[in-house]
Nanobody, 124 residues
């Protein structure tokens, strides 16, 4: 059974940076598209970024485009999210997820495996 574990969250001031990591165990995800989602306080989970199986294609929510970068290292079975120029509205629990497919997708329902989440708090 594949398990995903996020790390790298924390408290940062507006304008700062954080790098989230998501390690996979229990199986290889090198043939699976993966993504990052977030759930702000009192709101529903929303799409942040997605990447295809090889890392050759990515897509981002408009709210993070130009500030966040998704990447993966298939040799390490690890997914990353580099977050720069953070804003208070980026405050949320961030989740990584993996599909049972090679192509990326923006919908939460299209993802099969989920991590437990890591808290990111951006102070103003």
């Amino acid at each position: 059974q594949v398990q995903l574990v996020e790390s790298g969250g924390g408290l940062v001031q507006a304008g700062g940076s954080l790098r989230l990591s998501c390690g996979a165990s229990g199986g290889s995800l090198r043939m699976n598209a993966m993504g990052w989602f977030r759930q702000p306080p009192g709101k529903e989970r929303e799409f942040v970024a997605t990447i295809n199986w090889s890392g050759s294609a990515t897509d981002y929510a408009d709210s993070v485009k130009g500030r966040f970068t998704i990447s993966r290292d298939n040799a390490k079975n690890t997914l990353y999210l580099q977050m720069n120029s953070l804003k208070p509205e980026d405050t949320a629990v961030y989740y990584c997820a993996a599909r049972q497919a090679v192509l990326m997708h923006t919908a939460t329902a299209r993802y099969y495996w989920w991590g437990q989440g890591t808290q990111v708090t951006v102070s103003s």
